[in-house]
């Protein structure tokens, strides 16, 4: 019990920090209260995260405060998001981190919601009622959280503009996919000068050629998923098909690795790598990478990367498994910090719960790193040091 007190103590305060250094971006006392209440109460351990629910957890005699600060109250939840993304850099902040970019469905009824339409949601696997957000994650050794968001709007929404007033949706909102989204995103994070290595993204972000060149053309390293009919010129300067490259490859070019852990354990396949575009420049090179199932081989999947001449095929498939960190955020971001959980239907409204959510999460991932850092720290000091001398780590010819 005195173990469950003191984290709920430890999470208070750290709360209470990341709350303070946005605090000034409100006017007046009730918002900046409120959002320190709406926080408390998506963390809080509630069956359902609503007006109602969160205005009582806070004390409120009922939920008029929480829906001021999500719908009325002038705030820039951009400006709050600045705040929560500086401080995952100085808590997480890492050269080496990997930005990574998806979107998540969610599932709402009826047809006012913001960006709602019928439209494939990845969390169900379907096509359903839903909004999807546009996500940006960080990924550094110390942990993963999300760091930027942006609400999709389908043409449906776009193109009718009235609907769109009504939704709060402003006449200079236009349509964008979601591949804008994301480098929207990733420019953002480049010109605030986060610190990070690589981008990566699924196949419908890394399919774009124009995306991709626009990365290359700023030096940044990445690892995007493509689908198997893309193509890319060889180094004998024909344009192929990226899942042509790699039938007639010789088997000890395969070689067998974990990209990290899954919910059952490693994440082992069989990868390979074939070097493409013959005119680069000579301290970078251009890849593509092929990961083939284990126990169905027939079973492929393919990425494109531009990185550093002297990248080992291990890291290439490290950037490419750190892909499911997202996911991870999602799922964890959804289940303990009411990331979907909200009733707000105005375009604003959404943009603040979410950045709020996301403070939140940033705050639990912040604690859960210096919690691995103190026991690491106390292992080192209790387990005497080893005599014998480490293997170097495995890397491909």
Not at 55 to 62: K, L
Not at 66 to 84: F, G, K, M, S
Request: hydrophobic share 35%; with cysteine; charged share 30%.
């Amino acid at each position: 019990m005195g173990g469950d007190l003191a984290e709920v103590r430890s999470w208070a305060g750290e709360l209470t920090a990341v709350h303070e250094r946005f605090v000034h971006r409100f006017n007046r006392s009730e918002p900046r209260e409120s959002a320190l209440a709406y926080m408390r109460g998506l963390i809080a351990p509630l069956e359902r995260k609503n007006g109602w629910t969160l205005a009582e957890e806070a004390g409120h005699a009922g939920p008029d405060r929480i829906h001021r600060l999500l719908n009325r109250i002038e705030w820039d939840a951009d400006d709050v998001l600045t705040d929560v993304r500086d401080y995952v850099v100085e808590n997480l902040g890492d050269p080496d981190a990997v930005l990574i970019v998806d979107d998540t469905g969610f599932l709402k009824k009826g047809l006012r919601s913001a960006g709602v339409q019928r439209q494939y949601s990845g969390t169900a696997g379907r096509t359903e009622n839903c909004q999807v957000g546009v996500f940006l994650a960080y990924a550094a050794p110390l942990g993963r959280t999300l760091i930027d968001r942006r609400l999709y709007l389908p043409t449906s929404w776009t193109d009718d503009r009235q609907r769109c007033r009504r939704a709060g949706v402003g006449d200079e909102v236009g349509f964008a996919t979601k591949v804008a989204m994301a480098k929207e995103m990733v420019r953002r994070a480049i010109s605030d000068k986060i610190p990070f290595r690589w981008v990566t993204a699924d196949a419908g972000y890394g399919y774009s050629k124009g995306w991709r060149f626009e990365l290359e053309q700023a030096d940044v390293f990445h690892v995007m998923a493509t689908t198997r009919h893309d193509t890319v010129v060889t180094r004998h300067a024909v344009d192929h098909p990226v899942h042509d490259l790699f039938p007639g490859l010789p088997r000890q070019k395969w070689k067998r690795r974990s990209c990290g852990d899954g919910a059952h354990g490693p994440r082992v396949y069989d990868w390979a790598r074939v070097e493409v575009r013959p005119w680069h420049r000579p301290d970078r090179q251009h890849w593509v990478i092929a990961r083939r199932s284990v126990a169905r081989p027939e079973e492929m999947s393919y990425y494109i990367a531009y990185c550093p001449a002297d990248t080992t095929l291990d890291e290439l498939i490290r950037v490419a498994g750190s892909r499911w960190a997202v996911e991870e955020c999602f799922q964890t971001a959804k289940q303990e910090c009411g990331l979907d959980d909200y009733q707000v239907r105005r375009y604003p409204g959404w943009h603040r719960h979410i950045t709020l959510a996301m403070a939140v999460h940033a705050c639990l991932t912040v604690l859960r790193a210096r919690t691995l850092n103190t026991a690491h720290a106390e292992k080192a000091e209790t387990d005497p040091p080893s005599s014998s001398t480490s293997a170097s780590p495995r890397s491909d010819a």
